[in-house]
T-cell receptor
Framework: DVKVTQSSRYLVKRTGEKVFLECVQD?????MFWYRQDPGLGLRLIYF???????EKGDIPEGYSVSREKKERFSLILESASTNQTSMYLC?????????????FGQGTRLTVV | QKEVEQNSGPLSVPEGAIASLNCTYS??????FFWYRQYSGKSPELIMS????GDKEDGRFTAQLNKASQYVSLLIRDSQPSDSATYLC?????????????FGKGTHLIIQP
């Protein structure tokens, strides 16, 4: 069973804080992704990584950075949290670089920035 | 611009009937198509994938793909209250590469007992 685990289920942070969201997968997947999900806007890709130390911008990378130092771990960093970054954050991983196979999602982190 | 369009609903279907969910996409070169189910407060889970034109059946679920019309659908037969969820259509675009799936905003399905 593929497991994608996100470090926190709920987080509350203050405006201006640096925030780290952690994601770990246990199936040796090459590809990992960070999405955010907002009502009325759906799932939007923030960043993805297809290999250790490699990263690519998704559709909405502004205000975020990522780190992938080990294959199993992909971190999303909010450099200076703002209230418009309040959202559900979903990490996913996939074995297939062409993404012809499914993406497996973590349980999500609901982040509130106050 | 990669776009995936779904009717947001809610789509209300009586128990035991067929639920029909539709999705259109903008990138004509798209190669892979997925339907995810998402219960409230939970993360998406894959229920169907389809890669070639035609129908693909898995239990009570049938995915249909028409690349010429850039259209993909999901049929749920014998709908159950447990099928009530938001259904996300997702598309992988032309050229392959690990560029992530583009998701529609989802259709909220309600199965009425």
């Amino acid at each position: 069973d593929v497991k994608v685990t996100q470090s926190s289920r709920y987080l509350v942070k203050r405006t201006g804080e640096k925030v780290f969201l952690e994601c770990v997968q246990d199936m040796d997947h090459e590809n990992m992704f960070w999405y955010r999900q907002d009502p009325g806007l759906g799932l939007r890709l923030i960043y993805f990584s297809y290999d250790v130390k490699m990263k690519e911008k998704g559709d909405i990378p502004e205000g975020y950075s990522v780190s992938r130092e080990k294959k199993e771990r992909f971190s999303l960093i909010l450099e200076s949290a703002s209230t418009n970054q309040t959202s559900m954050y979903l990490c996913a991983s996939s074995v297939d670089p062409g993404l012809t196979t499914e993406a497996f999602f973590g349980q999500g982190t609901r982040l509130t920035v106050v | 611009q990669k776009e995936v369009e779904q009717n947001s609903g809610p789509l209300s279907v009586p128990e035991g009937a067929i639920a029909s969910l539709n999705c259109t996409y903008s990138d004509r070169g798209s190669q892979s198509f997925f339907w995810y189910r998402q219960y409230s407060g939970k993360s998406p889970e894959l229920i169907m994938s389809i890669y070639s034109n035609g129908d693909k059946e898995d239990g009570r679920f049938t995915a249909q793909l028409n690349k010429a019309s850039q259209y993909v659908s999901l049929l749920i037969r014998d709908s159950q209250p447990s099928d009530s969820a938001t259904y996300l259509c997702a598309v992988n675009h032309s050229g392959g590469g690990a560029d992530g799936l583009t998701f529609g905003k989802g259709t909220h399905l309600i199965i009425q007992p």
